[in-house]
């Protein structure tokens, strides 16, 4: 359905280390911050905006119905502090339904923009939990992650998730992995997600002008 992946604008997942927040306009000065890395244009093959596209490009993610994405938030940092998203921030993660076939595949990626947040979990979890959500909420059963060979922190932390290897192209320098979800699958999963916690966004107690008007 066309209403799918605007499912999200109004949902807060709530973990151990993370919280996954809709990706609103109040995002974009600090997100736009991130892109000016080179490293990191190279890790997520993409180009530098100017803020303004940028802002257009939150616009447009927020209406797309074949997009899911969150800011991945410091968890204790957010709740502790009652301070703005915007100084909590610590990467994002997106879901895409890339096949106009196949409703129930999706596409999974996942960044942690800030350096001193890697390698500590923060990823892995924000990848379960968007993981979990997406197979109970949107249906989906199969999820690939296509990761730049380079990117070997990457690639290995999805095959603790029970990824497996499944193509390379050798022109993208890319690795497509992949995990359908059996039964088992979705135990674990659901297992390693147990924590986690659905809220409403607008529910929450945020500090003075943290929402978009």
């Not at 193509?167 to 986690?196: C, K, P």
């Amino acid at each position: 359905g066309a209403e799918a992946m605007k499912i999200n604008e109004n949902t807060v997942l709530q973990g151990q280390r993370v919280t996954l927040v809709p990706y609103t306009a109040a995002h974009v000065p600090r997100y736009h911050e991130w892109m000016q890395s080179e490293e990191l244009q190279r890790l997520t093959a993409s180009e530098p905006l100017s803020l303004e596209q940028e802002y257009e490009m939150q616009r447009s993610w927020r209406d797309d119905t074949d997009k899911c994405t969150f800011i991945v938030l410091d968890m204790e940092l957010w709740a502790g502090q009652a301070r703005a998203d915007e100084d909590c921030m610590v990467g994002d993660v997106n879901l895409f339904l890339t096949d106009t076939e196949d409703p129930t595949l999706g596409e999974i990626e996942i960044m942690i923009a800030e350096p001193s947040y890697r390698g500590r979990g923060f990823g892995k979890e924000a990848t379960l939990m968007m993981m979990s959500y997406g197979m109970r909420k949107l249906g989906i059963t199969k999820f690939e992650a296509k990761i730049g060979q380079e990117n070997e922190a990457s690639i290995c932390m999805f095959k603790k998730l029970h990824f497996k290897e499944v193509a390379v192209n050798s022109v993208f320098q890319e690795v497509t992995l992949r995990l359908d979800v059996s039964d088992e699958e979705r135990g674990w999963l659901l297992q390693q997600t147990n924590h986690m916690e659905e809220k409403s966004y607008v529910e929450l107690d945020l500090p003075a002008g943290a929402l978009e008007t």
